[in-house]
């Protein structure tokens, strides 16, 4: 295995291995290596991305001084050490274990701590876990299209008060709907998904590009809303990204909103041409690495672990930045009211970009870019 090739990296931004990282072997980007003693920026990705997924705003943060790090993350693109296998160990894909990863990246590359650590997507959450279980390595964090709505609590009091019938699960009410659907993290954690997303009928490239522009500004059914609470009847008004049709795979769901050809070539934050580096690392390891992340946050063994945090609330400077277009900022009921209330004590701003889907970074790098920099600033955390 080799790094990732330079001809699709922007000026000034490098690829390479960083060895001995709780178990694997790390594939970063990085810029702004030069001179040392930078203030390290961590920056984290999601499902179903890569470290590439940063390369819109690493220049611009490097120049502003920082010395600025993407891994590919436990599961995902060129990092090894990690199993695809469904019957595997899933708790090496458990939070602590993620933010064990990170804590090791940045002891290995020489800085005991970062100036802030960023997340998007399920980055985001690891993201969060850092600041809040390391918030001596982690002082800041920024957190982009996932809301931080606090850690899972112990169930209070139930000695004296208990539940003589369990409610239905959110997943069997969903499906008793009148057009019955199903969650996309339930779907996620199924045997099938891998093989679905592998092996889609219209291949890697076209679930891709259909999955990306469907929850993009591209796509113009997306105009998200709060919702009223975690009820099927609220859930399902979301779109079938995220609450699928009961009987569909992933790509039989996005394959409805392919971009026409015009889209496409109209496109100017994911020509093909970097939608390329994506259709070749997963043509190549498959999803399951990625899949691994959301079956492990519903197992019993990854909650009761959480819930030694239950009550903890992100101390440190954080931020909150997605984009107007994204429904990832409401899929979760409540969860950015928390946020803003009592799970981030210090959040010193909320944006949402206009012009902006769920893949912020990309879209809209250059307000991105301006947000972290003024989040950083008044953090204390400038170079």
């Not at 009410?173 to 057009?179: C, E, K, S």
């Not at 701003?349 to 970074?361: F, S, T």
Request: glycine share 8%; proline share 8%.
């Amino acid at each position: 295995m080799t790094p990732l090739e330079p001809d699709v990296l922007p000026p000034g931004v490098r690829a390479r291995f960083v060895r001995d990282v709780n178990g694997l072997t790390m594939h970063i980007l990085e810029a702004g290596i030069a001179p040392e003693g930078r203030p390290l920026l961590l920056l984290l990705h999601g499902f179903p991305e890569l470290a590439y997924s940063w390369r819109k705003v690493m220049p611009a943060l490097a120049e502003a001084g920082y010395h600025v790090v993407a891994p590919d993350q436990r599961g995902y693109g060129r990092t090894m050490g990690w199993s695809a296998d469904y019957d595997g160990d899933l708790m090496a894909f458990r939070m602590m274990t993620l933010v064990r990863d990170m804590l090791g990246l940045v002891f290995a590359l020489g800085h005991r701590s970062v100036a802030a650590v960023i997340g998007h997507d399920f980055g985001s959450p690891v993201a969060s876990y850092c600041a809040l279980t390391r918030p001596d390595v982690f002082p800041a964090a920024a957190m982009m299209s996932a809301p931080f709505g606090g850690m899972p609590e112990i169930p209070f009091d139930t000695d004296r008060n208990r539940r003589a019938q369990p409610e239905p699960s959110i997943h069997e009410a969903l499906a008793a709907l009148p057009r019955p659907r199903k969650h996309y993290q339930h779907y996620y954690c199924t045997r099938p998904a891998n093989a679905d997303l592998w092996h889609a009928p219209q291949g890697v490239h076209d679930f891709l590009r259909a999955y990306y522009h469907h929850k993009s500004a591209d796509w113009a059914g997306n105009r998200p809303h709060r919702l009223g609470g975690w009820r099927a009847e609220e859930l399902a008004k979301m779109p079938t990204y995220y609450i699928m049709d009961l009987h569909e795979t992933m790509p039989e769901t996005v394959a409805k909103e392919m971009p026409s050809p015009a889209e496409i070539a109209a496109n100017r934050w994911l020509p093909d041409a970097e939608l390329a580096v994506y259709v070749q690392e997963y043509q190549r390891t498959g999803f399951q690495g990625g899949l691994q992340w959301y079956r492990v946050r519903s197992d019993p063994r990854c909650i009761a672990e959480m819930e030694v945090f239950g009550g903890r609330s992100i101390d440190v400077p954080s931020v909150f930045i997605s984009g107007t277009s994204d429904w990832g900022v409401y899929q979760i009921p409540g969860a950015l009211e928390r946020m803003q209330g009592t799970s981030c004590t210090r959040l010193l701003g909320c944006h949402l970009i206009e012009g902006a889907g769920h893949w912020v970074q990309q879209e809209q790098p250059e307000q991105v870019t301006a947000l972290l920099l003024d989040f950083l600033r008044e953090a204390g955390r400038a170079p």
